[in-house]
């Protein structure tokens, strides 16, 4: 590559090194550039003559330099995925085109040198021309986009995901897992297994994060982070919910017991100043979280398990799923009830419609509709202003419903199954996505989102493992 006044070469070679020869003489001027990646792949000269942009074969990086000092200009550029196959700068200088295997253009401002928008490369900076694999130059208008080639297996991905969910990896050693949470910043998921094993882990990576927490006395059925994040707090087979300390990762205070049988479910309240629980024997009960202390017992089946407790988003409701079996034929009765707060009664009458038992109850975010799933494998939508049925989704044909969750902006609702199907649902059409997964041999027990919305957390199957989903809200 010849300098813009033909007084000098610039060459590269495969040691990475640029040299820089006197046309004249023919002769080596100064030291040679030396790239920190390599191989240099291409070179070009700044219009002015005063600086010298190199690609990388390796990295996909792209460094300036000043000519007059012989140093880099500035950080290596990144943003190709492959080696940098063609550099160069507009007629004014002011910005930089770099072009890469990966089938992709990037535009550079040189000042500062960040990512910009498309302008130019023609005489008069109103173009900018792209010479193609199959033969072609094409050039493109000050105005138009530049159709940047997206890699396969991204536009693969991004497809997949319009599908559905896409597994990611099963949570190693997570074997006998009943309950699964991811904490309210997403840098934890909480595990609680049947031998009293509680496991904070790194959604990210997939490894521990540090050892169990202390050991319990019985099986963990509920897990539920603070809304701060500072605490955790487990249903227990004991009948026993057991805080802990995130920060000194130790029990905090004494068990809260006295329940009667084992507790199955668990939840704070929005602001963080309750904790509700629901145990076997048909009660659910209200902790102050400043004293550890029972405010208040609601009565929420009279008889039989409350499997599910939740708060609503603004924190005035409590929404209770209890089932009663019949003695005689062990068959399930369930009914779903509203709790009022403020007042610790019940707000409304009884969600009594229902064909066989509910095991799963959930709040939409934005606090209108109360979601029910139930044995006979539909869910039911609930207008919390009316108290009337909105739609019915048939989420399984081979299993009860038995977990469910909306995303965090309320987009999707995921639903499990006992036959171990993990489904989504677009909450706004009510259409299933994608075909129903067999994420699991048997049961899922539980579903959780992450903060973010792109993960969901699955447990279940003969095993209580427990797995990692993307979801399409993942961003491609």
Do not use: C
Not at 286 to 302: S, V, Y
């Amino acid at each position: 590559m010849f300098s813009p006044d033909g007084t000098l070469l610039a060459t590269n070679s495969r040691d990475g090194r640029v040299r820089l020869w006197d046309t004249a003489t023919r002769q080596p001027v100064g030291e040679p550039l030396t790239s920190q990646t390599g191989k240099t792949a291409t070179v070009a000269f700044s219009p002015d003559g005063t600086h010298l942009a190199t690609g990388s074969y390796y990295g996909g990086t792209v460094q300036l330099w000043d000519l007059a000092s012989r140093e880099p200009v500035g950080e290596l550029l990144t943003g190709h995925t492959g080696p940098v196959s063609t550099v160069a700068f507009s007629p004014d200088g002011t910005l930089l085109a770099t072009g890469s295997d990966d089938g992709t253009i990037q535009l550079y401002s040189r000042q500062p040198m960040l990512v910009s928008v498309p302008l130019a490369n023609s005489s008069d900076s109103a173009l900018l021309a792209t010479g193609n694999g199959d033969g072609t130059v094409r050039p493109y208008e000050r105005s138009q986009p530049i159709p940047v080639r997206v890699p396969l297996a991204k536009r693969a991905l991004a497809r997949a995901l319009q599908n559905g969910l896409i597994a990611l990896v099963n949570v190693e050693g997570t074997k006998g897992v009943r309950a699964v949470s991811f904490s309210p910043d997403g840098s934890f998921l909480a595990t609680g297994g049947g031998d009293g094993t509680l496991q904070l882990w790194d959604p990210a990576t997939v490894e521990p994060r540090g050892n169990p927490l202390p050991d319990l006395a019985g099986l963990v059925v509920a897990v539920a982070f603070s809304p701060d994040g500072s605490l955790l707090a487990t249903g227990n087979g004991d009948g026993t919910v057991q805080l802990f300390d995130l920060a000194t990762r130790q029990r905090s205070g004494d068990p809260l017991s006295d329940f009667a049988g084992p507790v199955f479910a668990v939840a704070f309240s929005p602001d963080g100043t309750l904790l509700a629980t629901g145990s076997s024997n048909g009660t659910v009960r209200l902790f102050d979280l400043a004293t550890r202390r029972p405010t208040g017992e609601l009565f929420a089946g009279r008889t039989g398990v409350v499997s599910t407790v939740v708060f609503s988003p603004d924190g005035t409701l409590l929404a209770t799923a209890a089932t009663a079996l019949a003695a005689a034929t062990g068959s399930g009765r369930s009914t779903v009830q509203l709790f009022d707060l403020a007042t610790r009664q019940p707000s409304g009458n009884l969600f009594s419609d229902f064909t066989g038992s509910v095991s799963a109850v959930a709040f939409s975010p934005d606090g209108t509709l109360l979601a029910t799933g139930s044995s006979n494998g539909t869910v039911q939508l609930w207008d919390l202003a009316t108290r009337r049925l909105t739609a019915e989704l048939f989420a399984s044909e081979t299993g009860a419903v038995s977990a469910m969750a909306f995303s965090p902006d309320g987009s999707l609702l995921a639903t499990g199954s006992y036959s171990g199907d993990v489904r989504l649902w677009d909450s706004a059409t009510l259409q299933p996505i994608g075909e129903p997964l067999p994420a699991h041999r048997a049961q899922v027990t539980n579903i959780a989102f992450s903060p973010d919305g792109t993960l969901l957390a699955t447990s279940g199957g003969p095993n209580d493992t427990v797995r990692l989903w993307m979801t399409p809200l993942l961003s491609i």
